[in-house]
């Protein structure tokens, strides 16, 4: 008996460690829109962006030391096509209560000091993240609008270097929002999302 009880608990915690990683979007995919909090307080849908050709959707946070590196990118990334109709919508789907570093204030405390030009939204149930099939911070998912679908053109890393923007010679994001905008194909669709895992409730 003792040995069927233990077997059920570890089936339980091998599904519950699991499950933040089954599904989730595949490029060609079409994605869901949301609404979640923007640090100023309002609720932030995809659907409110009208004009919009697509979008950079980054999931990433305050603590992870990967996602601090690629802060200055992805403000980057924003300027650069934010014009040309693909904004960065940024997520962060950690728990506060395991990473206070990343709690709904210290989001807001961080984008002030960063001086984001995108909205920076609060995934609170985490659900989000589990849809688009999220595991780790940063972690983009690069859509592209076509007749009124949003269907995953790109899904990975920014970049070829964390450590150092002027040594990436792949620039994966870039390449990709550059393609749509030419109407070409895009040369990279998926690479391996580098960072912190995400920091998932009940794990």
Request: hydrophobic share 40%.
């Amino acid at each position: 008996m003792k040995k069927t009880i233990s077997l059920l608990v570890l089936l339980a915690i091998v599904q519950i460690s699991a499950a933040p990683f089954d599904g989730g979007y595949e490029v060609g995919d079409i994605a869901r829109d949301f609404q979640l909090k923007n640090v100023d307080g309002a609720s932030v849908s995809l659907s409110d962006y009208k004009e919009a050709k697509g979008f950079i959707v980054v999931f990433t946070c305050n603590t992870c030391p990967y996602a601090k590196l690629y802060e200055q990118r992805i403000i980057a990334l924003d300027k650069k096509y934010k014009g040309d109709g693909y904004p960065v919508i940024a997520i962060q789907p950690n728990n506060g209560s395991l990473s206070p570093g990343d709690s709904f204030e210290a989001m807001q405390a961080n984008s002030k000091t960063k001086g984001f030009s995108f909205p920076y939204l609060l995934d609170e149930t985490q659900e989000i993240a589990r849809a688009y099939g999220a595991a780790r911070t940063p972690h983009v998912f690069l859509l592209n609008k076509k007749s009124g679908k949003l269907r995953v053109a790109y899904i990975g890393a920014i970049d070829n270097n964390h450590q150092d923007s002027d040594k990436a010679d792949k620039k994966y994001v870039e390449d990709a929002v550059d393609a749509l905008i030419s109407s070409k194909k895009v040369p990279v669709t998926l690479t391996k999302a580098i960072g912190c895992t995400i920091k998932w409730s009940g794990t």
